[in-house]
């Protein structure tokens, strides 16, 4: 798992004073930190690397069965882990685009 | 280090303790091996897994839980049994075969106890992936 940064504060003081003018944050984004596609990016590479050991691991059991098979099952297992998470995340995601898409103005 | 990693850990120890258990019971009636040694019972030695670094600084506990490994296969301190068989091509010059000396029973606990610490460690592993999962499902909407 790759450790997640805690998300820096878009800016101090209570949101909803913000909301009519500009916030005094929203000129310079926060730059500390990687950034949240960043992120997004490298879980779904470690997902991608996951998947292809759990193929490896599967074809190299096919042809020889020296590998005991809880490696194949585990590395399975793993790989199904790390697709949920990343599915979870992006239904996170749809969902606060969608709130906000739905927003009544 | 991840539960699931260390459960895993596990499970391959125990895995292989299997071969070695199995290799012994396999051999019951071996007389002799490749170098002309008598065989003898095998046992498989784990521990958990320590760095060499903490090793080098002597400390042996560490805060953090450890996997376990595999540390070696050694040879058990039981004696041979001498079947006298003079016909046997491999008898001595006294007419003695020389078998390992391998406890069947024991073998067999051993064998079993394997296979729970086995399971055991299962158990560890489907816990563990339960909690995952669990988390997964936090603040899930519908």
Known sequence: MIPVAPIAPVASGPAILQLGGIPPGAAQPPTSGPAFGDILSAGMKSVETKLSTADDLVRQFALDDSVPVHKVTYALEQARLSVELAMQVRARLVEGYRDLMNMQL | MDAMQISRSGLDVEWQRLQVIAENLANVNTSRTAGGEPYRAMRLLSG????????VKGKETTLAPQAVQVLGIEPE?????????????QAGADGFVTYPAIDHAGEMTLMIQTSRAYEADLAALNMAHQMYARALDLGKQS
């Open chain 2, 48 to 55: 958990p897994k320590a760095s060499f670094d903490a090793a």
């Open chain 2, 77 to 89: 301190g039981t004696g041979v049994r001498r079947v006298y068989d003079p016909n046997d091509p």
